[in-house]
């Protein structure tokens, strides 16, 4: 084992800085609980939480932005309400949390705003990733708050969140975070260093995997059981969150997360696990648009808006001039030029309702239109694929033909 670690270490230490970390624009970062809460006494690490901090704020100022999904709300909750080691009931889990969030919150709060970080924070429900209004609100919200350098830190709001409706583990929570976000990378912080081909607690031959480029059913069966008491992720839930992550063009990584400075041991002589992406986040995200089966119904738009599309820009209600079927915010639908065919496609910020009320008027008439200050753009232009050519324009076909010899 040890050999293979050494062995490992020196192939890596070479392209360090090359790592999907290091190029990521957007970064989301899972913290979990075993590595924020102290087993023995239930209190939070702080110094340990301390140089995770300072390795957030090196990301921050190589312009790099951030999310952290930090676990931990129940770990750190069950203590001040006296209750036993041991499993939890769910309403136990529940009123943890409940008392654990508020001191994680503060905790963060405490440690980054000696560093002019504002802290903001996002507790999720699994409908809020499933659920395609709420989804793209929870979008919008980390859109907004990441423009405004605030540092989002989500946790699921366990509260709330009945055993049906529950994530129960970060992992995936974060993996959706990252699709949320479209972020380029996440580092899920583990007390394991990354994916074996077996247990290698139990079995010797196990062998460190470094790189994952396709998640096969062999590679899926190598998860193996939870490893700590804390946390309720296993391998089995990283897995599945790397299915997210990469599916979301978004590569990830499984890294051990114990040392002091986490983030500076993986981009130096750390060993991780990365799971690789097969396109960008941009990329899967339109593909998926692109790959609706049965958009749930179209707007028409004008020549102007057409011409618009083709050069990039976002779909304004300005150019729409009708509606066709029933739609609600969140839905892909089809774009449609002035003859009918099918130009383009896209996720609407706006129902059928709402788009016939604001057609063909300004931006700034839509608070007034529609009673609130929804957004700018009918359909973004990161929510849009053009699905034909822009057909060559007469006037330009009659200058080729003219400047042939
Ligand atoms: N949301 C849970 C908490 O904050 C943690 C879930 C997990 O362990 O991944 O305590």
Redesign the pocket.
Same mark, same amino acid.
């Given at each position: 084992m040890g050999k293979l670690h050494a062995m490992s270490a020196n192939r890596q230490s070479g392209r360090k800085q090359h790592t999907p970390l290091a190029q990521a624009r957007r970064v989301v970062i899972k913290v #979990?609980?075993a590595l924020l809460v102290d087993a023995r006494t239930g209190r939070l690490n702080r110094a340990w939480l301390e140089t995770l901090i300072a390795d957030l704020l090196r990301l921050r100022r190589r312009g790099q932005q951030l999310i952290l999904v930090s676990?931990?709300?129940?770990?750190l909750g069950r203590r001040h309400l006296g209750l036993a080691p041991g499993p939890l009931r769910l309403e136990e889990s529940q009123a943890a949390?409940a008392v654990?969030q508020i001191r994680l919150a503060h905790a963060y709060k405490e440690l980054l705003e000696p560093h002019e970080v504002t802290v903001a924070q996002v507790l999720l429900t699994l409908e809020d990733s499933e659920q395609r209004t709420r989804y793209l609100n929870a979008r919008a919200t980390l859109e907004t708050l990441l423009a405004l350098g605030a540092l989002p830190v989500i946790?699921?709001n366990?509260t709330v969140a009945t055993a049906e409706i529950r994530y #129960?583990?970060?992992?995936r929570l974060a993996a959706r975070v990252a699709q949320m976000a479209s972020a380029d990378c996440l580092v899920l912080l583990s007390d394991v260093d990354g994916l074996y081909t077996a247990d290698p607690n139990r079995d010797p031959q196990a062998q460190f995997i470094e790189r994952v480029e396709e998640i096969t059913p062999q590679i899926e069966a190598m998860a193996g059981r939870p490893s700590s008491d804390l946390?309720?992720?296993g391998m089995a839930t990283k897995i599945a969150a790397a299915r997210i992550a990469v599916g979301a063009g978004c590569h990830m990584c499984i890294a051990a997360g114990h040392h002091r400075h986490p983030l500076k041991h993986l981009e130096g002589r750390g060993r991780s696990t990365w799971f690789m992406p097969h396109s960008t986040p941009v990329a899967a995200r339109k593909q998926w648009i692109a790959g609706t089966l049965r958009p749930a119904g179209a707007v028409h738009i004008d020549a102007g808006a057409l011409q618009a599309l083709h050069s990039g820009r976002s779909l304004l209600p300005a150019g729409v001039t009708g509606t066709r079927g029933r739609f609600e915010s969140g839905d892909t639908i089809s774009v449609l030029s002035a003859d009918g065919i099918e130009v383009a496609r896209g996720v609407t910020a706006y129902s059928d309702q709402d788009t016939s009320r604001i057609m063909g008027r300004r931006s700034i008439e839509i608070a007034t239109l529609l009673g609130f200050h929804g957004r700018e753009e009918l359909i973004h232009r990161d929510d849009l694929v053009i699905l034909r050519p822009q057909p060559v324009p007469p006037a330009a076909a009659v200058s080729v033909s003219e400047a042939a010899p």
């Open positions: #979990g609980s676990s931990g709300a129940i770990a949390a654990g946790n699921e366990d #129960g583990d970060n992992d946390g309720s992720g």
